[in-house]
């Protein structure tokens, strides 16, 4: 484990909390999330339980940054077509 | 291209009969298959062994398979947030589990090269500084002895496995989640319930949050 890593994860070791919501009640409010901050809302401030999960959940993590650019991508007339990838 | 629709107007389409309800089916089919694809094309490194025409059926066989999912759940949406943004993630959910699969599905998780006896210290000891000077080198080495014993002392044999992969060989959570034959969820809540062990471990020991960051962070 590199130096980065570590550092990451010994954050990550100290910011945890003793009641932390699961994957699947981040998923439930995901969406909600990325609308916030897409409309330029402090989604941090509603919903705090998402982002520290977000922090703590690789996974999560991953999926929430997906969903954020697709939400982008709606004011564009959606995701890039097959040809365009 | 498919029609633009109101959160209203999708709910209403998806829930009629008929031509309304087969078009709403159509279009949705078909913005989830191009989010898929875009999350593909964003994580080529997990696809890298597939061929175009495999990558294709497997973004196709995704995006069939989050349709039926925003289909089975219309009456949890509440309209908190667009439907399309809300249907994206069963798609992003699906789609980058299918990719990650790519990549891991001929590992065996009991394969992993790290043995848990000296495995973990081999981890915690890989990072050596020569700019450090004895006494930070001296400090460093007590907060990863200290680790170290909380994760062979005081965590359960799941915790401590869990951890293993994920944290210091870095297999995805769905891996673990399948190999092991579990759920998010419970995986989640192992690293949870390690991450307060460790946490209470160090803190015990003395070694508050402020200067053990210091102590890793600096450039020494």
């Given at each position: 484990m590199n130096r980065e890593r570590f550092d990451a994860w010994l954050r990550n070791i100290y910011e945890t909390q003793d009641v932390e919501i699961s994957c699947t009640e981040c998923f439930d409010l995901i969406s909600q999330f990325v609308e916030l901050e897409t409309s330029g809302q402090d989604a941090s401030a509603e919903l705090s339980q998402v982002k520290q999960h977000l922090y703590q959940c690789r996974a999560c993590h991953d999926e929430y940054e997906m969903l954020r650019d697709l939400a982008r991508f709606e004011n564009e007339g959606g995701p890039p077509l097959l040809d365009d990838l | 291209m498919s029609r633009t629709r109101s959160n209203e107007e999708w709910l209403n389409d998806l829930k009629s009969k008929g031509a309304a309800q087969e078009s709403a089916i159509a279009d949705l089919r078909g913005i989830l298959l191009r989010a898929v694809l875009y999350l593909f094309n964003r994580n080529l490194g997990d696809l890298g062994g597939l061929a175009r025409d495999d990558a294709l059926k497997l973004a196709e066989d995704c995006a069939q398979e989050a349709l039926i999912a925003v289909l089975n759940h219309l009456s949890d949406f509440r309209g908190d947030s667009k439907f399309t943004t809300w249907a994206y993630k069963f798609a992003v959910n699906i789609g980058l589990t299918a990719a990650r699969h790519e990549r891991?599905?001929?590992?065996s998780l009991d394969q992993l090269?790290?043995?848990e006896d000296d495995g973990i210290s081999e981890w915690l000891m890989q990072d050596k500084s020569p700019s450090l000077g004895p006494d930070q080198s001296a400090l460093q080495n007590e907060v990863r002895r200290a680790i170290r014993e909380v994760i062979e002392r005081d965590l359960t044999d799941k915790q401590r496995r869990v951890l293993l992969l994920m944290?210091?060989?870095?297999?995805p959570m769905d891996e673990v989640v399948q190999q092991l034959d579990t759920n998010r969820n419970a995986i989640y809540k192992l690293l949870h319930d390690a991450r307060r062990k460790l946490k209470s471990g160090l803190q015990s020991r003395g070694f508050e949050v402020g200067e053990t960051l210091a102590l890793f962070s600096s450039k020494g």
């Open positions: - | 891991w599905k001929d590992v090269s790290i043995a944290v210091f060989n870095e297999v």
